[in-house]
């Protein structure tokens, strides 16, 4: 017998596992179905008799046909004998023909039962009716396999190309009539019957829904919701089935009558077949509750007697069943992992007898390496090695870990399971595969600086790489799709189109789509998968320019623009509906709205996807471009092209939006950490005040992950090529070095080369070293204990109090990158710190200078529109999620102008004696003028303006409520919609304005003066830190002095009084009832409106908070994809990008799978709690 070509032992060892795990899943599920339906009665249906032959028929496979397999692809060659084989091959036939024709059979079925009545039904169909059927159909297909043989026409004998043995046609003529006749009966004829007979089956049950929608009753109906739901799982069970049937078909008649197909393509047959032998259990149990209760029972061995007719409630089978819907999935990532294993073996692995194959290999030669002939990453320090790795390591560890965590709160809390969550878990599935294939053999790219892990490992690395590129904005897409339909459109309508079948559905038909395009342009021969040292990944590599083209217009359009484009008008439809329904009800004062179909909480999952949208905006926007740029216009920097690898960070990012802006995966992630519980949790009753103050507390921590976010980039943005020193520093210093070796070689100095300080006396030394120290302690202490006191306390959690908190984060930021520094400089008379810490000393100087402004004037605004506008303009404009945006946006933006001015070579960064800091300093007059142009306007005279306005008109209005206030002797003014806990407010940020001013514009001035006039007294610069400084640590003492609440907390923190937060407590507490009076006023609307709900509104609270929470997955995944597509079209078709911009690629992408647990977490509670139950297991 033929021999299969020789192969590599990792194509064998690929090859024999996947189809040895085939074996394995099919015989054990197939075993399961046929045990639950003998041990339970109820499942003995007259349509489960149709899926227990189906059952038989893949044990049959899984008995005669997959060890066979295993066997050939392990040996290479049929070891087992003659006799055998021609009981391999009848088996082989008749599992191929019996399968499709069953289907068939079933689709009848379900056909008669659904749209006939049960009269014309119990005609044609009864158990033994059914029995009698399927066994004539068998053996007539078994008589058709074995009288050709017998006769002669035919022959039973091994086929290397498919592994098993098969019937070879004797002679021409019977070839034709043969395949006539299998494909006419046993292929077309059933799948045209069951595409028939399901359409109308799918028909009667979507009027079924509409009619009952609107009637609520419906007694012209002849089925129950268990019918329709067994026609669901078996649309379901038809789908699989031609997935893997009719490309298995389309593949054997090619290899019939056109002539030599590929090894690698044949092969696909047998393992497509074989794997619709195996997932049919799978799907049983993921959509039928008493499969899945008797699995669940067979597993855990919780009885051995058979189950007879019980009676009684089963509301555990929601419970019990869900947790085979894991199984299922994991079988999914399985069979796409599985899937891909035959591509490696169109790497030269070719059959003597095909020019064709041959031929290819010759047209691929180039890419035909061995794996230490793979070209390596470019030469790099060991910091450089270090930083790049670690941060690698890093990503990877928080997607695995927080992508986990999301699969488990949805296996733990059944509440998680909505349909929109669907949408969430497909991501998060999406962003383990990337964890478990991509990242961790980047990690391993960046440490050894090569490829070390073969080329079998390369292609499954190349193939999840792309699949996780392309599938994640088209998850998206149908995400914003969804929430569209659901804030948008009606119940009816959103119910058509979307359930939790329906999108799992989807999903399949999506992710299949994507999966086999990847395989088709690679089986086809339009690309070859090959180690790209810039991507540190395995990537698709075009053979020809033709396809190199059309490739990217249709990925960049079917797989990146159409669903971007579909995300942003579906979230801009959500808004703006969202919008609508917010005005109305502010000026209707109601709590509840009849025309309105949606909650507060649809709301708020929409806003935070709006988050979600932008943040992957940010990340996948510029990925892209720098991808175009590197594809189209020729070389780029690999710094730039290593950014592309910072698409991780759209991966990392969710799951801390979620944690920000939803509370139920706040909660779940909260109890996760916390290990709150072992148990799973179960739907609760009662009030969650606790839950409310426990999701109070992350919004601080939000606040901060978000404001150092930028910081941290910018230590990424800034590294490039470095040649010598080895610095044994945090990976901060390593990007600061080398961006600073990059672009400022005139500024090489070592640091003991930097200008020292003049020579002071000794006393002078000591005035000025202490009360450094002084302010340093000061601001550090004060600035936390501001902190602290707005987590402990919830009632100072207020919109204008997250201003307070930016401003105590800016000088926090100052009291630890700036002040220490200052002190030691002014302690030794030179900077001592190195260069490294120069670079993170300057880029915080100048960003706490450009910031403490800017956050100054947008307080100034808000208390203008709380005091001069009316409640529904101060709304519109200011909450506290719109408040946290802003500052993020204003914060992100100023960083970006340092960096930008820094990376562009516009200006360096080095020791500047006289302020005793590290500063900016310009290469070029010209963009000395206009730096300084732009930053006095926009960042200290544009806000310094507004402020004075602002503070002008709250004074005027105050003033004129005073007067009024004293002319009436009334203690209330009808026309007032300010408290007296809102004046004391404003005149407190007076005082800390006043305060701001009295320290900022003498330093604005001096240092003016200093670089347009000339040399200045070295006292009257070094005021300038003193002033700035001065001012980063007064305003916690101004909080104290002027807010009660803030005091009190400062007495309670100083005096440790308690150890538990602050609650809302009640009684006579007279300062309380004057400072949260206009918070209670809030809260009592809160409260009346969740109190009296919306009749009419078919969307609850918690499809908003979802809503929010998917704003911001798809805000992060945007941010991170983005740039990465951009990188990937540069790198394409424009020709080399540096290493650095395109393995900045691969980081973007891997952080996109990193991040959306977390944002889980952060937004809903439900997550957040089973995480924490996760964790204290």
Same mark, same amino acid.
């Given at each position: 017998?033929?021999?299969?070509?020789?192969?590599?032992?990792?194509?064998?060892?690929?090859?024999?596992?996947?189809?040895?795990?085939?074996?394995?899943?099919?015989?054990?599920?197939?075993?399961?179905?046929?045990?639950?339906?003998?041990?339970?009665?109820?499942?003995?249906?007259?349509?489960?008799?149709?899926?227990?032959?189906?059952?038989?028929?893949?044990?049959?496979?899984?008995?005669?046909?997959?060890?066979?397999?295993?066997?050939?692809?392990?040996?290479?060659?049929?070891?087992?004998?003659?006799?055998?084989?021609?009981?391999?091959?009848?088996?082989?036939?008749?599992?191929?023909?019996?399968?499709?024709?069953?289907?068939?059979?079933?689709? +009848?079925?379900?056909?008669?039962?659904?749209?006939?009545?049960?009269?014309?039904?119990?005609?044609?169909?009864?158990?033994?009716?059914?029995?009698?059927?399927?066994?004539?159909? $068998?053996?007539?297909?078994?008589?058709?396999?074995?009288?050709?043989?017998?006769?002669?026409?035919?022959?039973?004998?091994?086929?290397?190309?498919?592994?098993?043995?098969?019937?070879?046609?004797?002679?021409?003529?019977?070839?034709?009539?043969?395949?006539?006749?299998?494909?006419?009966?046993?292929?077309?004829?059933?799948?045209?019957?069951?595409?028939?007979?399901?359409?109308?089956?799918?028909?009667?049950?979507?009027?079924? #829904?509409?009619?009952?929608?609107?009637?609520?009753?419906?007694?012209?109906? #002849?089925?129950?919701?268990?019918?329709?739901?067994?026609?669901?799982?078996?649309?379901? +069970?038809?789908?699989?089935?031609?997935?893997?049937?009719?490309?298995?078909?389309?593949?054997?008649?090619?290899?019939?009558?056109?002539?030599?197909?590929?090894?690698?393509?044949?092969?696909?047959?047998?393992?497509?077949?074989?794997?619709?032998?195996?997932?049919?259990?799978?799907?049983?149990?993921?959509?039928?509750?008493?499969?899945?209760?008797?699995?669940?029972?067979?597993?855990?061995?919780?009885?051995?007697?058979?189950?007879?007719?019980?009676?009684?409630?089963?509301?555990?089978?929601?419970?019990?069943?869900?947790?085979?819907?894991?199984?299922?999935?994991?079988?999914?990532?399985?069979?796409?992992?599985?899937?891909?294993?035959?591509?490696?073996?169109?790497?030269?692995?070719?059959?003597?007898?095909?020019?064709?194959?041959?031929?290819?290999?010759?047209?691929?030669?180039?890419?035909?390496?061995?794996?230490?002939?793979?070209?390596?990453?470019?030469?790099?320090? %060991?910091?450089?090695?270090?930083?790049?790795?670690?941060?690698?390591?890093?990503?990877?560890?928080?997607?695995?870990?927080?992508?986990?965590?999301?699969?488990?709160?949805?296996?733990?809390?059944?509440?998680?399971?909505?349909?929109?969550?669907?949408?969430?878990?497909?991501?998060?599935?999406?962003?383990?595969?990337?964890?478990?294939?991509?990242?961790?053999?980047?990690?391993? +790219?960046?440490?050894?600086?090569?490829?070390?892990?073969?080329?079998?490992?390369?292609?499954?690395?190349?193939?999840?790489?792309?699949?996780? &590129?392309?599938?994640?904005?088209?998850?998206?897409?149908?995400?914003?799709?969804?929430?569209?339909?659901?804030?948008?459109?009606?119940?009816?309508?959103?119910?058509?189109?979307?359930?939790?079948?329906?999108?799992?559905?989807?999903?399949?038909?999506?992710?299949?789509?994507?999966?086999?395009?990847?395989?088709?342009?690679?089986?086809?021969?339009?690309?070859?998968?090959?180690?790209?040292?810039?991507?540190?990944?395995?990537?698709?590599?075009?053979?020809?320019?033709?396809?190199?083209?059309?490739?990217?217009?249709?990925?960049?359009?079917?797989?990146?623009?159409?669903? =971007?484009?579909?995300?942003?008008?579906?979230?801009?439809?959500?808004?703006?509906?969202?919008?609508?329904? #917010?005005?109305?009800?502010?000026?209707?004062?109601?709590?509840?709205?009849?025309?309105?179909?949606?909650?507060?909480?649809?709301?708020?999952?929409?806003?935070?996807?709006? &988050? &979600?949208?932008?943040?992957?905006?940010?990340?996948?926007?510029?990925?892209?471009?720098?991808?175009?740029?590197?594809?189209?216009?020729?070389? %780029?920097?690999?710094?730039?092209?290593?950014?592309?690898?910072? =698409?991780?960070?759209?991966?990392?990012?969710?799951?801390?939006?979620?944690?920000?802006?939803?509370?139920?995966?706040?909660?779940?992630?909260?109890?996760?950490?916390?290990?709150?519980?072992?148990?799973?949790?179960?739907?609760?009753?009662?009030?969650?005040?606790?839950?409310?103050?426990?999701?109070?507390?992350?919004?601080?921590?939000?606040?901060?992950?978000?404001?150092?976010?930028?910081?941290?980039?910018?230590?990424?943005?800034?590294?490039?090529?470095?040649?010598?020193?080895?610095?044994?520093?945090?990976?901060?210093?390593?990007?600061?070095?080398?961006?600073?070796?990059?672009?400022?070689?005139?500024?090489?100095?070592?640091?003991?080369?930097?200008?020292?300080?003049?020579?002071?006396?000794?006393?002078?030394?000591?005035?000025?070293?202490?009360?450094?120290?002084?302010?340093?302690?000061?601001?550090?202490?004060?600035?936390?204990?501001?902190?602290?006191?707005?987590?402990?306390?919830?009632?100072?959690?207020?919109?204008?109090?997250?201003?307070?908190?930016?401003?105590?984060?800016?000088?926090?930021?100052?009291?630890?990158?700036?002040?220490?520094?200052?002190?030691?400089?002014?302690?030794?008379?030179?900077?001592?710190?190195?260069?490294?810490?120069?670079?993170?000393?300057?880029?915080?100087?100048?960003?706490?200078?450009?910031?403490?402004?800017?956050?100054?004037?947008?307080?100034?605004?808000?208390?203008?529109?709380?005091?001069?506008?009316?409640?529904?303009?101060?709304?519109?404009?200011?909450?506290?999620?719109?408040?946290?945006?802003?500052?993020?946006?204003? $914060?992100?933006?100023?960083?970006?102008?340092?960096?930008?001015?820094?990376?562009?070579?516009?200006?360096?960064?080095?020791? %500047?004696?006289?302020?005793?800091?590290?500063?900016?300093?310009?290469?070029?007059?010209?963009?000395?003028?206009?730096?300084?142009?732009?930053?006095?306007?926009?960042?200290?005279?544009?806000?310094?303006?507004?402020?004075?306005?602002?503070?002008?008109?709250?004074?005027?209005?105050?003033?004129?409520?005073?007067?009024?206030?004293?002319?009436?002797?009334?203690?209330?003014?009808?026309?007032?919609?300010?408290?007296?806990?809102?004046?004391?407010?404003?005149?407190?940020?007076?005082?800390?304005?006043?305060?701001?001013?009295?320290?900022?514009?003498?330093?604005?001035?001096?240092?003016?003066?200093?670089?347009?006039?000339?040399?200045?007294?070295?006292?009257?610069?070094?005021?300038?830190?003193?002033?700035?400084?001065?001012?980063?640590?007064?305003?916690?003492?101004?909080?104290?002095?002027?807010?009660?609440?803030?005091?009190?907390?400062?007495?309670?923190?100083?005096?440790?009084?308690?150890?538990?937060?602050?609650?809302?407590?009640?009684?006579?507490?007279?300062?309380?009832?004057?400072?949260?009076?206009?918070?209670?006023?809030?809260?009592?609307?809160?409260?009346?409106?969740?109190?009296?709900?919306?009749?009419?509104?078919?969307?609850?609270?918690?499809?908003?908070?979802?809503?929010?929470?998917?704003?911001?997955?798809?805000?992060?995944?945007?941010?991170?994809?983005?740039?990465?597509?951009?990188?990937?079209?540069?790198?394409?078709?424009?020709?080399? &990008?540096?290493?650095?911009?395109?393995?900045?690629?691969?980081?973007?992408?891997?952080?996109?799978?990193?991040?959306?647990?977390?944002?889980?977490?952060?937004?809903?509670?439900?997550?957040?709690?089973?995480?924490?139950?996760?964790?204290?297991?």
């Amino acid at each position: 017998m033929a021999d299969l070509p020789s192969r590599s032992v990792a194509l064998t060892i690929v090859e024999s596992s996947f189809m040895t795990a085939l074996n394995i899943f099919s015989l054990g599920g197939n075993i399961l179905v046929c045990i639950a339906v003998y041990r339970n009665t109820r499942l003995r249906s007259t349509t489960n008799i149709y899926i227990i032959a189906l059952a038989i028929s893949d044990l049959l496979s899984a008995i005669f046909v997959m060890p066979f397999a295993a066997g050939v692809l392990i040996s290479g060659k049929w070891p087992f004998g003659k006799v055998l084989c021609q009981i391999n091959a009848f088996f082989s036939l008749f599992v191929v023909y019996v399968s499709p024709v069953t289907m068939g059979l079933t689709a +009848v079925n379900r056909y008669m039962r659904i749209c006939k009545s049960d009269m014309e039904y119990k005609r044609f169909f009864s158990p033994i009716k059914s029995r009698l059927m399927l066994a004539f159909v $068998w053996g007539l297909i078994a008589c058709y396999i074995l009288l050709p043989r017998l006769a002669g026409v035919q022959r039973f004998q091994f086929v290397p190309e498919y592994a098993a043995c098969l019937s070879q046609q004797l002679a021409a003529s019977s070839k034709i009539a043969h395949f006539f006749d299998i494909v006419g009966l046993f292929f077309l004829l059933p799948l045209a019957v069951t595409i028939f007979s399901y359409r109308k089956v799918s028909r009667k049950i979507q009027e079924h #829904n509409i009619n009952l929608a609107m009637t609520h009753q419906r007694r012209d109906v #002849n089925f129950s919701a268990h019918e329709i739901r067994i026609s669901k799982s078996l649309f379901v +069970v038809v789908f699989a089935f031609m997935l893997c049937w009719v490309p298995a078909w389309l593949i054997t008649i090619l290899a019939y009558f056109v002539g030599k197909v590929p090894r690698n393509v044949q092969l696909l047959c047998a393992f497509f077949v074989n794997l619709s032998n195996a997932i049919n259990p799978f799907i049983y149990a993921g959509m039928n509750p008493l499969f899945r209760l008797e699995f669940t029972r067979i597993l855990h061995c919780a009885y051995n007697k058979k189950i007879r007719n019980e009676s009684g409630s089963h509301a555990d089978y929601n419970q019990q069943g869900s947790k085979i819907k894991i199984t299922t999935k994991s079988t999914g990532n399985q069979y796409t992992s599985f899937d891909t294993s035959p591509l490696e073996t169109s790497l030269g692995q070719t059959f003597v007898s095909s020019p064709e194959i041959i031929e290819e290999k010759q047209s691929c030669s180039n890419n035909d390496n061995t794996p230490n002939k793979m070209a390596d990453l470019p030469s790099r320090s %060991v910091a450089l090695t270090i930083v790049e790795s670690g941060f690698m390591i890093a990503l990877n560890i928080m997607s695995l870990a927080g992508n986990i965590m999301v699969c488990i709160a949805v296996y733990r809390n059944t509440r998680l399971r909505s349909t929109t969550n669907i949408y969430i878990i497909a991501l998060a599935i999406s962003d383990l595969l990337s964890a478990i294939f991509v990242m961790p053999f980047a990690a391993g +790219v960046l440490i050894s600086g090569r490829w070390p892990f073969g080329r079998v490992l390369c292609q499954i690395n190349a193939f999840f790489s792309l699949f996780a &590129v392309y599938v994640s904005p088209v998850t998206m897409g149908l995400t914003a799709v969804n929430r569209y339909m659901r804030i948008c459109k009606s119940d009816m309508e959103y119910k058509r189109f979307f359930s939790p079948i329906k999108s799992r559905l989807v999903l399949a038909f999506v992710w299949g789509l994507i999966a086999g395009y990847i395989l088709f342009s690679r089986l086809a021969g339009l690309q070859g998968f090959q180690f790209v040292p810039e991507y540190a990944a395995c990537l698709s590599q075009h053979l020809a320019a033709s396809s190199k083209i059309a490739h990217y217009f249709v990925v960049v359009d079917l797989f990146f623009l159409l669903p =971007l484009a579909v995300t942003i008008f579906s979230y801009r439809k959500v808004s703006r509906k969202i919008q609508e329904h #917010n005005i109305n009800l502010a000026m209707t004062h109601q709590s509840q709205r009849r025309d309105a179909h949606f909650s507060a909480h649809e709301i708020r999952i929409s806003r935070s996807l709006f &988050v &979600v949208v932008f943040a992957f905006m940010l990340c996948w926007v510029p990925a892209w471009l720098i991808t175009i740029l590197a594809r189209f216009v020729g070389k %780029v920097p690999r710094n730039v092209q290593l950014m592309c690898a910072f =698409l991780n960070l759209s991966n990392t990012v969710n799951p801390f939006i979620y944690a920000g802006m939803n509370p139920l995966f706040r909660l779940e992630f909260k109890r996760i950490l916390h290990c709150a519980y072992n148990n799973k949790i179960r739907n609760e009753s009662g009030s969650n005040a606790d839950d409310n103050q426990q999701l109070s507390t992350q919004r601080t921590c939000e606040t901060l992950s978000k404001i150092s976010q930028p910081n941290f980039q910018y230590t990424t943005f800034q590294h490039c090529r470095l040649l010598g020193k080895d610095y044994s520093t945090r990976s901060l210093k390593f990007f600061l070095l080398k961006s600073d070796r990059y672009f400022c070689g005139n500024n090489d100095n070592t640091s003991n080369k930097m200008a020292d300080l003049p020579s002071r006396s000794v006393a002078l030394t000591i005035v000025e070293s202490g009360f450094m120290i002084a302010l340093n302690i000061m601001s550090l202490g004060g600035n936390i204990m501001v902190c602290i006191a707005v987590y402990r306390n919830t009632r100072l959690r207020s919109t204008t109090n997250i201003y307070i908190i930016a401003l105590a984060i800016s000088d926090l930021l100052s009291a630890i990158f700036l002040m220490p520094f200052a002190t030691g400089v002014l302690i030794s008379g030179k900077w001592p710190f190195g260069r490294v810490l120069c670079q993170v000393n300057a880029f915080f100087s100048l960003f706490a200078v450009y910031v403490s402004p800017v956050t100054m004037g947008l307080t100034a605004v808000n208390r203008y529109m709380r005091i001069c506008k009316s409640d529904m303009e101060y709304k519109r404009f200011f909450s506290p999620i719109k408040s946290r945006l802003l500052l993020t946006f204003v $914060w992100g933006l100023i960083a970006g102008y340092i960096l930008f001015s820094r990376l562009a070579g516009l200006q360096g960064f080095q020791f %500047v004696p006289e302020y005793a800091t590290c500063l900016n300093q310009h290469l070029a007059a010209s963009s000395k003028i206009l730096h300084y142009f732009v930053v006095f306007g926009l960042f200290f005279l544009f806000p310094l303006a507004v402020t004075i306005f602002s503070y002008r008109k709250v004074s005027r209005k105050i003033q004129g409520h005073n007067i009024n206030l004293a002319m009436t002797h009334q203690s209330q003014r009808r026309d007032a919609h300010f408290s007296a806990h809102e004046i004391r407010i404003s005149k407190s940020l007076f005082v800390i304005v006043f305060a701001f001013m009295l320290c900022w514009v003498p330093t604005w001035l001096i240092t003016i003066l200093v670089h347009f006039l000339g040399k200045v007294p070295r006292n009257v610069q070094l005021l300038c830190a003193f002033f700035v400084n001065l001012s980063n640590a007064i305003n916690p003492f101004i909080y104290a002095g002027m807010n009660p609440l803030f005091r009190l907390e400062f007495k309670r923190i100083l005096h440790c009084a308690y150890c538990n937060k602050i609650r809302n407590e009640s009684g006579s507490n007279t300062d309380y009832n004057q400072q949260g009076s206009s918070q209670r006023t809030v809260a009592f609307a809160q409260n009346t409106t969740q109190h009296h709900t919306l009749r009419n509104a078919d969307v609850s609270a918690h499809e908003i908070q979802i809503s929010k929470s998917l704003f911001v997955v798809v805000f992060a995944f945007m941010i991170c994809w983005v740039p990465a597509w951009v990188f990937t079209i540069m790198t394409r078709f424009v020709g080399k &990008v540096p290493c650095n911009v395109q393995l900045l690629c691969a980081f973007f992408v891997n952080l996109s799978n990193t991040v959306n647990p977390f944002i889980y977490a952060g937004m809903n509670s439900l997550f957040r709690r089973e995480f924490k139950g996760i964790l204290h297991c």
